[in-house]
C-alpha cells in the first residue's frame, strides 16, 4: 500500500476518534486547541477538511476517495464529528453556526468576530485558503447547507472588507459552492 492509500486509510479512524492522524494527534486534542494553536499549526487543517485532491502544502494530508465520500455522506457519528470540526474552525474566525426560526442552517458573526476578525481578514491571508478547503469539503461530504451558510456569512464580510480579501479570493469562495465543485 503507497503512503497516499495508507493516509487515507486512516482518515475515517481518525475522524472516528479512533486513531491519530499522520503527526500523532488526535481528532479530540484538536477541537481542543487554543486559537493560537489553531493559527500557527499548519498540517491539521486537511484532515479535519479532508478532500479529494492533494494538498499542495502537506505531503502527509490524506486524499478521499469515493469510498470515504459515502461513509461520511451515510454514517451519522462522522458527519456529526465534521459538525464539530467545522463549529471549532468557526469559532476560531469568530463565527457561529446555529438554526433559524424556520430551520434553516445560519452562520452568523459572534460577539467574538470584531476580534477574531483582526487575525483572519486582512491582504493574502492564508486563512482564505483554508476556507476555501472548508468550502469545498462540506460540499464533498453532502452538507451543502452548512457550505451555503458559511458562504453567505462570507460574502456579507467580504462586502464590508473587500479591499483586504479581494475579488479573487472572493471568486474562489463562489467556485468551491457551485454545485459539482467536487474534483
Known amino acids: 500500500m503507497n503512503h497516499q492509500k495508507q493516509l487515507s486509510?486512516?482518515?475515517?479512524?481518525?475522524?472516528?476518534?479512533?486513531?491519530?492522524?499522520?503527526?500523532?494527534?488526535?481528532i479530540q486534542e484538536m477541537w481542543t486547541?487554543?486559537?493560537?494553536?489553531?493559527?500557527?499549526t499548519h498540517d491539521y487543517i486537511q484532515?479535519?477538511?479532508p478532500l479529494p485532491e492533494r494538498s499542495a502544502f502537506n505531503s502527509n494530508a490524506p486524499i478521499v476517495d469515493e469510498e470515504v465520500i459515502q461513509a461520511f455522506q451515510s454514517?451519522?457519528?462522522l458527519r456529526q464529528n465534521l459538525l464539530r470540526s467545522f463549529t471549532v474552525i468557526l469559532k476560531f474566525y469568530g463565527l457561529q453556526r446555529h438554526e433559524s426560526n424556520?430551520?434553516?442552517?445560519?452562520?452568523?458573526?459572534?460577539?467574538?468576530?470584531?476580534?477574531?476578525k483582526r487575525e483572519w481578514v486582512c491582504t493574502f491571508d492564508h486563512n482564505y485558503l483554508r476556507i476555501t478547503r472548508i468550502l469545498k469539503c462540506?460540499?464533498?461530504f453532502g452538507l451543502e447547507n452548512e457550505a451555503q451558510a458559511f458562504y453567505e456569512c462570507l460574502r456579507q464580510i467580504?462586502?464590508?472588507?473587500s479591499d483586504r480579501i479581494g475579488s479573487e479570493t472572493f471568486q474562489?469562495?463562489?467556485?468551491a459552492v457551485k454545485p459539482n465543485a467536487r474534483c
Open 138 to 140: 462540506l460540499i464533498t
Open 102 to 116: 424556520d430551520g434553516k442552517i445560519v452562520v452568523s458573526q459572534s460577539e467574538d468576530y470584531p476580534n477574531r
Open 9 to 26: 486509510a486512516m482518515l475515517i479512524p481518525f475522524y472516528l476518534g479512533e486513531q491519530r492522524d499522520s503527526q500523532g494527534r488526535t
Open 33 to 40: 486547541w487554543d486559537f493560537e494553536q489553531l493559527e500557527c
Open 75 to 77: 454514517n451519522l457519528h
Open 158 to 161: 467580504y462586502r464590508e472588507d
Open 172 to 175: 474562489y469562495w463562489t467556485i
Open 47 to 49: 484532515w479535519l477538511f
